[in-house]
């Protein structure tokens, strides 16, 4: 099966500081993908690292193509993203005006998102701040 992401020998730094040594990975097209580890590995800075967020230097391949040169605006604009952990959403904001916050395509997918997270649905006209941790990471 071919990967949608490959990441070979990432190496990240912060103020000249390394945070990431030599990561080499793979995602698979379909199915999911966890990053685990301790505190204070390196996996969100490897995530922060693909996206350009930080310095980084080694080869990240999107669907085949490099996108390691480009700046995290465009890699975003391919449908990269991540999730950071403190799940910043808009509490005074229901749950369907954080999501279309969100949006960035003429033609968002919804049914998408309502299939992924069907609990949301329900919880549409919701304010966000009154969700439970887990929903507003969903929403996140």
């Excluded at 590995?41 to 080694?58: F, N, P, Q």
């Excluded at 509490?91 to 005006?97: C, F, M, N, Q, Y």
């Excluded at 009154?130 to 507003?136: A, E, N, V």
Aim: hydrophobic share 40%; with cysteine; charged share 25%.
């Amino acid at each position: 099966m071919s990967a949608i992401l490959e990441v070979s020998d990432l190496r990240c730094s912060i103020s000249g500081q390394p945070v990431v040594e030599s990561v080499t990975f793979s995602v698979p097209a379909t199915g999911i993908t966890a990053v685990l580890g301790r505190n204070g590995v390196g996996k969100t800075s490897t995530l922060r690292g693909i996206l350009g967020l930080i310095h980084r230097r080694g080869e990240v391949r999107l669907a085949g193509e490099r996108i390691d040169t480009l700046p995290t605006h465009r890699i975003v604009k391919r449908g990269v993203g991540y999730v950071p952990e403190d799940r910043e959403v808009f509490a005074k904001l229901t749950v369907a005006e954080n999501l279309a916050l969100a949006e960035r395509q003429r033609n968002p997918r919804r049914e998408f998102v309502a299939e992924l997270f069907p609990d949301l649905v329900n919880r549409r006209d919701q304010m966000a701040g009154t969700l439970s941790g887990g929903q507003q990471q969903m929403v996140s």
